[in-house]
């Protein structure tokens, strides 16, 4: 079965530090990578996605992903946070060839200002 | 907003009660997710309904059951509610049955005292 691991369950930082949240799967096919970004009291709302092709992908809010095979991993990182980031973090995978979202268990992250 | 509607958005029950929290895709989206939220369990996705038909079963109590009908808006029946079951249920959509993205409800927050 797959799984997804965060390594980070909760990370306090600074505005104006730079972020990286990890995010390792296990699968080894193909696979869809997801951030997501949960805001206190809120729903789940996408980040951005990874299908394929450049393994560097932008999102909303200045994030961006990079999606390293070899590692199975897909990083979320930030240059310079905001204290509007503060938010749960979760990674997800799909497999192309599966219904199922897998999730991880979350990164909490609180930015001071 | 991400299109997907949910309700009620805050329900306070008994223990040994019975709710349906119900789900309104997004215009066009096939694919419905049932997914639970606790403090202790994170994530959980509970099930999927393709179009009509269950497509994927996840941690789904046997207390717990779903259905997706015509018109592809869905309902989770709870039933013999224990203190447990408190959580946020979120229900999700997608447009195609490997749900190469999906957007999350609001959820509904479930109270069990």
């Known amino acids: 079965a797959q799984s997804v691991s965060q390594h980070n369950h909760h990370v306090i930082l600074s505005e104006a530090a730079s972020l990286e949240l990890g995010c390792n799967y296990s699968y080894g096919g193909t696979v869809n990578l997801f951030w997501y970004v949960q805001y206190p009291g809120q729903h789940l709302q996408l980040l951005l996605k990874y299908f394929s092709g450049d393994p560097l992908v932008k999102g909303i809010k200045g994030f961006e992903a990079e999606f390293i095979k070899s590692k199975f991993s897909f990083n979320l990182r930030k240059p310079s946070v905001q204290w509007s980031d503060t938010a749960e973090y979760f990674c997800?995978?799909?497999?192309?060839?599966?219904?199922?979202?897998?999730f991880g268990t979350g990164t909490s992250l609180t930015v001071i200002p | 907003d991400s299109g997907v509607t949910q309700t009620p958005k805050h329900l306070i029950t008994a223990t040994g009660q019975r709710v349906t929290l119900r789900c309104s895709p997004r215009?066009?989206?096939?694919?419905v997710y049932w997914y639970q939220q606790s403090l202790d369990q994170g994530l959980q996705f509970l099930i999927q309904y393709y179009n009509g038909e269950e497509r994927a079963k996840g941690n789904i109590l046997e207390r717990f059951s779903a259905q997706q009908f015509p018109d592809l808006h869905s309902e989770l029946n709870l039933s013999s509610l224990e203190l447990g079951d408190s959580a946020l249920y979120f229900c999700?959509?997608?447009?195609?049955?490997?749900?190469?993205?999906?957007?999350f409800g609001e959820g509904s927050w479930l109270t069990v005292v």
């Open positions: 215009s066009g989206d096939l694919s």
């Open positions: 997800a995978v799909n497999a192309n060839t599966g219904n199922q979202f897998y």
């Open positions: 999700a959509s997608s447009g195609d049955i490997l749900g190469n993205t999906i957007y």
